[in-house]
């Protein structure tokens, strides 16, 4: 028989981001902060490639990384709503955490596989903070697909993309409740 751990398991029955817009100081200091990426590096990775490493934004980073939405924005002749949108999350941001997805070379491990590991790591850490009391949020937008912008802000290289933002601070209030999905929609049982 199984040994259940019912916490847990009521905490994935019941977890639910915080909308970023809504968090607040403080954010988690550098220890508390660690903590939450070892349990995200703990996340399911075929042939221990660790196809992903991370990137804190810290506050003082964010004004940075929203001018640099900015002129990407305008390079791209994006209209101001667009760009103000883009920028929203580091002009609003206390902390995040930059998810980079790290493509590497193997003859057993797909790229696809890798990518899906870079999308756990985020999960795991999003869950992680909210598993530690932090209000968090993953977030991309059209800064996360543009090279420019993964280039200039976060000095990326050719194999490497942004998987996500995980933003973490404190929650301000109760996260809003939302539909879920429809078990019944979505599940087939196979056949002998």
Request: proline content about 8%.
């Amino acid at each position: 028989m199984p040994t259940p751990n019912p916490d847990a398991l009521s905490f994935m029955l019941s977890r639910r981001s915080r909308p970023a817009k809504t968090l607040t100081g403080p954010a988690p200091d550098r220890a508390a902060l660690m903590q939450l990426l070892t349990a995200a590096a703990r996340t399911p990775d075929h042939g221990k490639l660790e196809p992903w490493r991370f990137i804190v934004i810290e506050q003082d980073a964010m004004g940075r990384m929203a001018e640099v939405v900015q002129s990407r924005g305008e390079a791209l002749q994006m209209g101001p709503e667009q760009i103000q949108k883009g920028r929203a999350q580091f002009d609003q941001g206390h902390l995040a955490v930059a998810v980079i997805e790290v493509q590497k070379l193997s003859p057993k491990v797909p790229a696809l596989e890798q990518t899906y590991s870079a999308g756990a790591v985020c999960l795991a850490l999003l869950n992680a903070a909210l598993a530690a009391g932090w209000g968090a949020n993953w977030l991309s937008g059209w800064p996360s697909h543009d090279r420019g912008f993964m280039e200039r802000a976060l000095g990326l290289e050719a194999h490497e993309c942004v998987a996500g933002f995980i933003h973490i601070a404190t929650e301000t209030m109760a996260a809003p409740e939302r539909p879920r999905p429809d078990l019944t929609q979505i599940t087939t049982w196979a056949k002998a």
